[in-house]
């Protein structure tokens, strides 16, 4: 039963998290993901979920975390084919590149750098998995549903479908081709050597109260329970279960033939028969154990990658390819500044995918290589909605703070620039106005030139910098664009 309500749950939050990235269901979930809530300063969320580790050990892994319950959906299909049954065996814990990626993402953070962080988070991997790839044959099954209902079904409406970003789309394809053979072959490999969010859970889960524990009085060694840990974390020869490897999936509870597995309290009794097995086993070389100076060495990199995520303190190196003052960019409404915007935003992807007319889209190098993948405002694609604050209320990671309508309709992301040299009324006398009639504020006139002509005048005061002009403008290069507040 404990396993079919592991299943269960994460079944339900993966619905949840495409429900959200689809724009259907309020993104609440989102704001439980780790490395947002961690650089959003979340207190509740990481609080909540250290303890839940301190107690029961990674079920956020298997629970909460959308690449992981994934990589499990992966790993069932790959069960299913005969001859593709993957049998595990133990493997030690790859300590040193775990921790090594973890000491470097805490330094990254230390330095305001989120390029590391957004490479390895598996949040914002699966994000750009799903809104970069899935998204598009997903929007075409939806419109064909709704066009199906026939309008029976009112909450269906067709969706636009806009191009992707081609540099976006490679990316993801390629963590989605990668992640598919390693969890196809070795299961969890990624989880639980690569993952930064897993190493520090799985620091915690080393002391955790509650664990996988072989009782070996009724273990017949019979191995199965090895050859099913997709952690590759169950020694079967002396008994051990790596309690930071183990993300709690309980499927080598449910196989055991002779129940020897069980979830309990560390520190419990043992019978004769354990205390003399376990004196022969400290005779053995060391398999899941740690010495005591690795131990504190990587509690102490788990302990200082937390504090400096929650910190967020102010980068060493702000200038470093572009992360400065120098860069210039219109941010999102609820953004405070491109370094600020840099240091918060992971890539996920998610206001991407609420945004509705798409002006939001992947960035290659527009803000810099250090800010490769986050979104920025590409005009030619949309404009800021006037009515619209999706990604002020998706963001789970405070790069785009939260703004009640009215604010944000007023809140100046940028200002209108008119170029007369472009415009078609200049250059072939075609009446146009389309910046003047999409312009939701009215902050664009026509007025009328000595020539007889009416040629566009921005009102700076009244500009808001959405976009809307530029997107409408038909002229090549567009003579009305948008320019950052700060030069």
């Known amino acids: 039963m404990i396993q079919k309500g592991r299943i269960f749950l994460s079944w339900l939050t993966m619905a949840a998290v495409l429900l959200s990235f689809g724009g259907v269901v309020t993104p609440f979930l989102t704001r439980w993901q780790f490395l947002p809530a961690l650089l959003a300063s979340n207190v509740l969320a990481i609080a909540v979920i250290l303890l839940v580790t301190f107690f029961c050990g990674r079920l956020y892994c298997s629970v909460l975390c959308p690449l992981g319950i994934s990589q499990d959906a992966i790993y069932w299909l790959a ?12 493997h030690k814990e790859q300590r040193w590149v775990r921790y090594g990626i973890l000491a470097t993402v805490a330094l990254s953070l230390l330095m305001g750098i989120s390029l590391v962080p957004v490479l390895v988070d598996p949040y914002s991997i699966f994000g750009r998995i799903v809104t970069d790839i899935l998204a598009v044959p997903a929007s075409y099954v939806w419109n064909g549903l709704a066009g199906l209902s026939l309008g029976w079904l009112p909450i269906i409406s067709k969706v636009d479908i806009l191009p992707l970003a081609g540099p976006a789309v490679v990316m993801a394809g390629v963590y989605f081709l990668v992640l598919s053979i390693l969890s196809w072959r070795y299961g969890r490999w990624y989880c639980n050597t690569l993952c930064p969010v897993g190493t520090l859970l799985g620091t915690v889960s080393r002391f955790s109260l509650f664990r996988s524990i072989i009782d070996r009085s009724r273990c017949v060694r019979c ?13 079967v020869a002396h008994g051990i279960v790596d309690s930071s490897r183990c993300v709690d999936c309980f499927d080598c509870i449910s196989i055991c033939p002779k129940g020897a597995l069980s979830m309990s309290r560390r520190g419990r009794k043992q019978s004769a028969v354990e205390r003399t097995e376990e004196k022969e086993t400290l005779e053995m070389p060391e398999t899941e154990g740690i010495s005591r100076r690795d131990m504190l060495i990587t509690t102490a990199v788990a302990v200082g990658t937390l504090a400096v995520g929650l910190a967020r303190s102010q980068p060493l190196i702000p200038g470093l390819l572009g992360t400065g ?16 915007f840099s240091q918060h935003c992971t890539a996920c992807h998610l206001c991407v995918s609420r945004c509705p007319s798409k002006v939001l889209t992947p960035a290659v190098l527009e803000n810099g290589i250090m800010q490769m993948g986050q979104p920025h405002m590409d005009f030619t694609r949309g404009y800021c909605v006037y009515n619209c604050n999706f990604c002020s209320q998706a963001c789970p990671a405070g790069a785009i703070r939260p703004l009640q309508m009215d604010v944000k309709q007023q809140t100046k992301i940028g200002i209108a620039r008119y170029a007369q040299f472009h415009c078609l009324i200049a250059r072939e006398g075609i009446i146009c106005g389309n910046c003047a009639r999409h312009c939701p504020v009215q902050a664009i006139t026509m007025v009328e030139n000595r020539d007889g002509r009416s040629y566009p005048k921005v009102d700076g005061a009244r500009c808001i910098g959405c976009g809307a002009c530029e997107y409408h403008c038909p002229a090549h290069p567009a003579a009305i664009s948008v320019s950052p507040m700060r030069s």
């Open 223 to 235: 191995g199965q329970c090895e050859k099913i840990c997709r952690s590759s974390c169950i020694d």
């Open 79 to 90: 069960k299913r084919r005969k001859k593709n049954r993957r049998k595990f065996t133990f």
């Open 325 to 340: 003052k120098g860069k210039k960019a219109v941010l999102p409404p609820g953004a405070l500044s491109l370094t600020d």
